[in-house]
């Protein structure tokens, strides 16, 4: 079978460049107009102005910073997301960026070739470029060990052909470029778990958006379909085999980037509560002085302040060089929980208004049921943990 390598002349289509195109799109598009390669007709709603708003303040620039440690670019990026969930960004929004910051930047910035580095960074810090990841398979979720997409090795002429098929992707109706997980076959021998970089515009990659959902609704989500994609070995992201050793370095960073955005979210989320406790009366007294009100907040104010220190301690271990795997676990599990009971109680604080259709509080919580989810569940999370502590676990 014939294919078609794709070379480096794929990476000239430039999806966020047009800036005066850029502002006339609406929130909710059509599938097909993010990418070359996407298909399907289900509008999905994503916030263009928002994206472009948040790439022109240098956000994603952070990580690229000569002037900073790398350390501290890792701290100075999980402060502007907190800043940005604290501001009222969409938290969708902040998932996709999260996403794009981890799965990409970051790791192409730590395991890229020179070539993949010089051809793709600019663009991806500047936000023109987006990025995702595709780890999840219809038949492999938690359990990634189990995936199935393959890529092949062809000793003679160097490049790698990648099959497969990948599920619940977030960004990739609107990604120019997905870093896909894949079993590594060369010669006939399965080599491990690679990571390789895929232009959703190489021949051989249909990207479709089917999946609306209720929590983060604005952050798309869709499938990617690959068949026969011929990329040079040079995209591959790390050594060979050494694909659960990237995932494991991004998801870290996934998690302090999206969690970072649902503490600022939450702080907010608590200001606004003793705002309403302070001025609404009921029975001739203020909400607030009612003690199972005054409780409520200080609760969430508990809630709140723990994940920012453990948010604090996995920054201050990342600086001194230390393992933060069961911190950044045991963080994900405390922030996403707690994100999702503080917003079940402002909603319950505001009474039958809370609940109405068109009230925040009801969208509010459905954006947090997701987080105990997304970035590896909180059950694969306390898996880990548990583990790290030495108990003798079947995984």
């Not at 940005?84 to 910035?109: C, K, M, Q, R």
């Amino acid at each position: 079978m014939r294919t078609q390598t794709c070379t480096s002349s794929a990476f000239s289509h430039l999806h966020w460049k047009d800036t005066s195109a850029m502002s006339s799109l609406t929130t909710s598009i059509p599938a097909t107009e993010p990418g070359a390669g996407s298909s399907g007709s289900a509008p999905y709603p994503f916030d263009y102005e928002g994206w472009k708003r948040i790439s022109d303040s240098g956000a994603f620039r952070i990580l690229a910073d000569s002037a900073l440690s790398s350390s501290h670019r890792i701290r100075d990026t999980a402060a502007r997301m907190r800043e940005l969930g604290y501001a009222g960004e969409d938290p969708g929004l902040l998932f996709a960026v999260a996403t794009h910051l981890a799965s990409t930047i970051t790791s192409i910035l730590r395991f890229g070739s020179p070539e993949l580095k010089s051809a793709l960074v600019p663009d991806l810090l500047s936000g023109h470029f987006v990025g995702a990841h595709a780890i999840t398979e219809t038949g492999a979720g938690s359990d990634v060990s189990s995936m199935q997409a393959t890529a092949t090795v062809d000793e003679a002429s160097g490049k790698v052909r990648v099959n497969g098929r990948k599920v619940f992707i977030t960004n990739a109706p609107i990604a120019s470029h997905v870093v896909v997980y894949a079993r590594t076959y060369r010669g006939g021998n399965d080599e491990g778990i690679s990571a390789y970089v895929i232009d959703t515009t190489c021949p051989g990659v249909a990207v479709t958006a089917n999946h609306i959902t209720a929590s983060l609704p604005h952050s798309p989500i869709g499938e990617l379909e690959l068949s026969d994609v011929t990329i040079p070995q040079s995209w591959r992201l790390g050594a060979e085999g050494a694909g659960l050793q990237v995932l494991d370095f991004v998801m870290k960073r996934e998690i302090i980037y999206a969690f970072s955005a649902d503490l600022g979210r939450a702080q907010k989320r608590i200001e606004d509560s003793v705002a309403f406790a302070n001025s609404r009366r009921q029975f001739n007294s203020l909400l607030a002085e009612f003690q199972s009100v005054s409780f409520a907040i200080a609760d969430m104010y508990v809630r709140h302040f723990a994940g920012t220190a453990m948010i604090n301690e996995i920054l201050s271990k990342i600086e001194n060089n230390q393992d933060i795997t069961k911190e950044v676990a045991a963080a994900k599990i405390l922030i996403s929980d707690a994100n999702l009971q503080t917003a079940i109680e402002a909603t319950h604080l505001r009474g039958a208004k809370g609940v109405q259709a068109d009230s925040t509080s009801v969208q509010d919580v459905l954006d947090a049921l997701a987080g105990p989810i997304y970035s590896g569940t909180n059950r694969i999370q306390k898996t880990r943990i548990a583990a790290m502590l030495g108990l003798l676990t079947d995984g």
